[in-house]
DNA sequence: ATTTGTACTTGTAAAATGCAAGTAAATATA
DNA sequence: TATATTTACTTGCATTTTACAAGTACAAAT
């Protein structure tokens, strides 16, 4: 009948009702610098997910459209993730939590920090590049 | 000895720690908007943060110094919560969830509609201009 | 002097997390 | 062909976090 399965309406609020915690984010993180992770894949970040937790994140994501599981091409064993186009355009809001967290937090891997000169030389076109890698199925 | 606190050195995983949860981004929101907040306002949002779990962000985040804690100018009793330049400048991961969400979910309030449409217009000078904002003391 | 307001703290049940182990099906290997 | 291994999960359980209700301490208003 009512919508009230959200604490509020602020579009804030309902997002992080969704992945505000410590790890969808990370998640996706993955996906939006991988393109495609199996489960296996995602369990070996250096952040250590336990197996539960990611099956359950991975279902809850999947249920909300934010990410998509796909066949394995080689191996019907293997499930791909990806990001659908909802969780692509997450993408503005990883590379804000970047660039602050840089500031703010020391011994930021080479990598990321190519990454984020990357950005900050153009930001939209850092987006649009990313994005459109992504799509390409 | 070693600097050992954190699950890795990235920094989206590092700002997940901190404030990577369904209720620390609520709370520096109302900071955001409001400049200026007492416990008891903070206890009034619409979403209804309970007073234990609201007390131990408030000190967490102040230890981290994304908040300050400052006289009220009327009473003693009164406390007064801002947030610091380090918080401040979580703006533009606040209106990046903004437009994300403002695009995923339904019934968003014609306060948050009308501020996004200004974002829209013009981002960094919303930015700019919501920073000079919460800078004057 | 008593009541009210404000910022918390405390107790406790319920839920989420983290760790270790287990399972089922597909594939690789002997 | 039989056995072992890989992969994606699930299950059980101890620990931690959350949510709700109530309580406390001190300032200020009545």
Redesign the pocket.
């Known amino acids: 009948m009512s919508k009230d399965k959200h604490r509020s309406n602020c579009p804030i609020s309902c997002s992080l009702e969704l992945w505000g915690?410590?790890?969808s984010l990370i998640i996706i993180r993955d996906l939006m610098f991988a393109k495609q992770?199996?489960?296996?894949?995602?369990?070996k970040s250096e952040e250590?997910?336990?197996?539960?937790?990611?099956?359950?994140?991975?279902?809850t994501l999947e249920q909300n459209m934010v990410i998509e599981?796909l066949e394995?091409p080689?191996?019907?064993?293997?499930?791909?993730?990806k990001l659908t186009k909802k969780g692509i355009e997450l993408l503005p809001i990883l590379i804000e939590i970047n660039l602050w967290g840089e500031k703010y937090y020391a011994d930021i891997p080479d990598r990321t920090k190519a990454l984020l000169k990357d950005v900050k030389k153009d930001k939209k076109s850092f987006i649009r590049r990313t994005m459109k890698k992504l799509d390409i199925d």
Chains 1, 2 share one sequence.
């Not at 992770?37 to 369990?43: A, I, K, R, S």
């Not at 250590?48 to 279902?59: E, G, P, W, Y």
């Open positions: 915690d410590k790890w992770c199996t489960y296996g894949d995602l369990l250590q997910i336990s197996t539960n937790i990611l099956a359950a994140r991975l279902k599981k394995h080689n191996s019907k064993l293997k499930v791909l993730y």
